[in-house]
C-alpha cells in the first residue's frame, strides 16, 4: 500500500511536470484502483483516454460505473 501511495505522489509530479503525460494518467489511475479509490481511477482513466491512451477505455469502463 505505502508503495502505490508513493507512485501516486511521484505519477502526479510527474503530470504537474507535462500535463499530457498519458502513461503518468494511466499509471496514477492504476494505483488509486489498487488502493480503492475508484473515483480517482476514473478519473485517471478518463485523462489518459482523453490524451490517447486507447487502452485507458476499458479501464474507464470499469471503474466509471
Known amino acids: 500500500t505505502d508503495n502505490y501511495k508513493e507512485a501516486v505522489y511521484y505519477y502526479n509530479y510527474a503530470i504537474d511536470i507535462k500535463p499530457d503525460y498519458t502513461k503518468a494518467f494511466y499509471?496514477?489511475?492504476e494505483c488509486y484502483a489498487k488502493l480503492g479509490m475508484n473515483a480517482e481511477a476514473c478519473q485517471s482513466f478518463k485523462a489518459a483516454e482523453k490524451f490517447g491512451d486507447v487502452?485507458?477505455?476499458?479501464?474507464?469502463?470499469w471503474y466509471c460505473k
Open 27 to 29: 499509471g496514477l489511475g
Open 55 to 61: 487502452k485507458a477505455i476499458s479501464q474507464r469502463l
